[in-house]
């Protein structure tokens, strides 16, 4: 079943049946001014922190509302209905509707009852307030009254918390009022008379405004209860029934900012106004209003704005594959769903509600990788940033706090660390992610000098990027295990696999060996002899450790607890097969072919499911070791057998780094939502964006999907994609270009941005081949092997790829 369709050129995710299995969500702003909203308006916004900075309330587990709802009422037959489907919720058969989610913007349209309505909801390019912009027409032959009201249900306190569950203090706390155009919400307004900076327990008076811009208020109402009324709802507020909202205020009551105006149409006439929402001192929000004051003009500057900024950024990189689905997410589904990661890391969703107060180390470094084939300006920055959350011993501080200080921090061997953050020691993997993030970044970019970059260490001390990744190493180094593996720490990648702090994990043992490679090539930049003979030695120790203890017959285990329990053996009743440690074996290029090939095979006998490959098989349930915590989840979720859908580009990856195009286009495939938008009733999650994981074959719920939009799996599948599928592989001198495709791909392009200079890539198949390079020219020149120097390109450069 389907709930819409991908609008391709506009970049719009297009929604035709507004009843949805799950709120279909969309971002607008970022955390600076952050903004979550449904297909049906349903969500919230906040400032700064989604979990302190709360402006508008909305309730988890609850059906998404309450959201930014706009009312229509036809004054003469007292019919209402919303510029969004719900939450009057029309019958479907004469409310028609779509909502078209775009690019930092999401417009619902709206025909009903002769009237025609477009609710343009957006947050201005770098500022921090939003705007709902609603354009009415009458498409009907005789002239119209309307009253339309905007509807902001504020929390009461900017802590979401608070706010929900301790009424006994965040009722007594607010108060709204009206002025002019708007309505004020103030929480502690008491403490207005505080001077600028002053506080009272850590408190200080907010404002939060909601206004109207391009018609007069006609009636407001600044209290929830009088608005909705006693025994009302959302779909019947009392307010908005009665065509008038009483012009009542708030005090020790819930706020809200409710704001009707009174639209004349003639036949054929439009109007426009603007809601306009943020946490604004009153003066401010003043003279935002004013620039409103034609909304027709602002909004679609606004609007336009938006859209050449982001379409802009995604241009970096196109395809043009015989797949639809793949052209549609990796030119812009997944590319946007990289950077609302990268942007907004795991700060708000509907699942996720602000909590975190700070950018998870590993999450935040594989992030970036998703976005460097594109902003590769935008990636350093963050790079560096987590680089300075290096913790002078080499390892990742776990948590990396919003008021990050670098070379002042606390680290995990703190106390202080550990009570605030809540994170009680290091992980096994943190700083391990550095290696392949750095690396793509310098060999995208070609920014060599980055490589001697001086940047500080969390706690104290600096040094270059060359030394970050070398104390990476040493952190690893110094870390070992029972039998000379990094150790177990914390944790690894999986948050529910506890090895102990001696244990250890054949995939962050891989790691290590990849890091070391990687690490070999800056060495080798740096003609730092000594080192790559030191590399050389330890990478080639480890391998030996790896090979003679991690391999079992046609699989590599997970690992080893501190107790010397061997985890993920064939025999194992339960979790004896692990897909990463197969996917990054090959990864890592420590596997033999024999290896690679036979343990690829396994995971596609045993893991592979219709949705993607299950994260290990059979569940945890009776047998489970004691460090297992998958157990605490039902079978065939998350870490239990679920379908992590992080993994799904690993496995992509290795599968095309075997140049099995088939096998890695089928991983993509599986999992893709835009592949999956025919099946909405099963994935239930929105078919533009990638969630945490799908449940695997042993849930009753096969194929649901969950934890949408802010999840690690953006970026590596995009990585399994661009890096693997498509084979772009640069290095610090130019690019690799080396896809795996399926056979029966004929031909397609590729439009990449590189280094300043823009690359046509047409590649042609005509054998069938699912990898290869038969023949490469670039700008008519034939070149040796797949390899183009980065010396040989040019402004506009015609590269031509033979495959067989
Ligand atoms: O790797 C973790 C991630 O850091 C948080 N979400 C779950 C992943 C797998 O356990």
């Known amino acids: 079943m389907n709930y819409g369709y991908f609008d391709d050129k506009q970049r719009e995710y297009v929604i035709t049946r507004p009843d949805t299995p799950a709120p279909w969500a969309n971002y607008l702003g970022s955390p600076e001014y952050g903004a979550v909203i449904s297909n049906n308006a349903g969500g919230y916004s906040f400032a700064k922190s989604g979990a302190n900075g709360r402006i508008l309330r909305y309730v988890f587990n609850n059906f998404d509302q309450p959201g930014r709802y706009i009312y229509i009422r036809d004054n003469e037959s007292k019919d209402y209905w919303s ?25 619902m349209l709206a025909d009903y009852s002769e009237i025609h309505s477009e609710a343009l909801y957006y947050v201005p390019l770098n500022k921090s307030y939003e705007v709902w912009n609603l354009k009415v027409t009458n ?8 009253t339309v009201t905007g509807y902001a249900e504020f929390t009461n306190n900017s802590n979401y918390n608070e706010d929900l569950v301790n009424l006994q203090y965040s009722l007594f706390i607010t108060r709204t009022a009206f002025e002019e155009n708007r309505i004020r919400q103030t929480v502690h307004g008491n403490l207005d008379t505080l001077k600028k900076g002053e506080m009272v327990d850590n408190k200080t008076a907010t404002d939060r405004v909601f206004g109207l811009a391009g018609a007069k208020v006609s009636s407001f109402c600044g209290d929830k209860e009088k608005f909705i009324g006693r025994y009302h709802s959302y779909a019947d507020p009392a307010g908005v029934e009665a065509g008038n909202l009483g012009d009542a205020l708030s005090y020790n009551e819930n706020a809200c900012g409710a704001l009707a105006a009174e639209i004349a149409l003639e036949p054929g006439e439009t109007k426009e106004i603007a809601f306009i929402l943020g946490m604004k001192e009153n003066e401010e929000a003043a003279a935002i209003l004013k620039e409103y004051e034609h909304p027709e003009a602002a909004c679609a500057k606004e609007l336009e704005e938006l859209i050449t ?10 395809v043009n594959t015989p797949s639809p689905e793949f052209n549609t997410m990796i030119n812009t589904w997944n590319a946007y769903n990289c950077f609302m990661t990268f942007i907004w890391s795991r700060a708000a969703s509907f699942i996720y509600c602000g909590l975190r107060n700070g950018y998870g180390y590993r999450d935040t470094v594989q992030d970036i990788q998703g976005v460097i ?20 011993n080499g390892g990742g501080l776990p948590l990396v706090k919003f008021t990050h200080n670098a070379g002042h921090e ?34 995208e970019s070609g920014n060599l000098d980055f490589i001697d970059e001086v940047i500080p260490f969390a706690n104290k001390d600096e040094g270059t990027v060359y030394e970050h990744l070398k104390r990476a190493i040493d952190f690893s180094m110094n870390h070992l295990g029972i039998h000379g593996m990094p150790a177990g720490l914390y944790a690894d990648w999986n948050d529910c696999l506890r090895l102990g702090k001696k244990g250890e994990s054949t995939f962050v043992a891989f790691q290590f060996y990849l890091g070391m490679t990687i690490l070999k090539k800056f060495a080798q930049y740096k003609q730092d002899g000594k080192y790559i003979k030191y590399l050389e030695e330890s990478q080639k120790k480890l391998e030996n450790i790896i090979q003679d203890l991690c391999w079992n017959e046609d699989r590599f285990i997970r690992g080893f607890t501190e107790k010397g329990e061997v985890i993920g053996k064939r025999t194992d009743p339960e979790a004896n097969m692990w897909l990463n440690p197969q996917s990054w074996s090959v990864i890592s290029g420590l596997a033999t072919d024999e290896q690679a090939d036979l343990a690829l095979d396994m995971v596609n006998q045993q893991l592979n499911t219709e949705f993607g490959a299950v994260l290990m098989d059979p569940p945890y349930h009776a047998h489970a070791f004691d460090g297992a915590l998958a157990v605490i989840y039902n079978q065939g979720v998350k870490e239990n057998g679920g379908i992590f859908s992080q993994s799904q580009g ?10 099995h195009g088939e096998r890695a286009f089928m991983y993509f495939k599986e999992n893709a939502p835009a592949a999956q938008n025919d099946k909405a009733q099963i994935r239930k999650l929105e078919p533009y964006c990638y969630g945490q994981f799908t449940e695997g074959k042993t849930s009753p719920h096969f194929g649901r999907s969950h934890v949408h939009w802010l999840t690690g799996t953006a970026s590596t599948i995009m990585v399994g994609c661009v890096e693997g599928i498509m084979g772009m592989r640069p290095d610090f001198y130019g690019l690799k270009i080396s896809p795996s495709v399926p056979k029966d791909w004929e031909s397609f392009e590729i439009e990449k941005d590189f280094r300043g ?4 890539i047409v590649v042609k198949n005509p054998g069938h081949a699912e990898s290869g390079c038969k023949k490469l ?12 120097p980065a010396e040989v390109m040019t402004k506009q450069t015609e590269v031509e790829l033979i495959m067989s």
């Open 757 to 760: 200079n823009h690359l046509h």
């Open 650 to 659: 690993w496995i992509i990856l290795a599968e095309a780094l075997r140049g």
């Open 410 to 443: 606390d680290t995990p061997d703190d106390a202080s660390y550990v009570k605030e953050t809540g994170h009680p020691a290091y992980r096994a993997d943190d700083a391990l992610w550095l290696f392949p993030t750095v690396y793509k970044y310098i060999s």
């Open 373 to 392: 084939h594109l902003a590769p300006e935008m990636a350093v920055d963050k790079i560096r940033f987590m680089l300075s959350a290096q913790v002078d």
């Open 309 to 318: 900024y982001w379409h802009e950024k995604l241009s970096h990189f196109q």
């Open 83 to 107: 510029a969004s489907w719900q939450p009057v919720g029309k019958d479907l058969e004469t409310y028609k509707s779509e909502c078209h989610h775009g690019t930092a913007y999401t417009k």
């Open 139 to 146: 498409t009907g032959k005789k002239a119209r009254s309307l």
């Open 777 to 788: 020219l670039v700008n008519g020149k034939e070149m040796e092997g797949n390899y183009i």
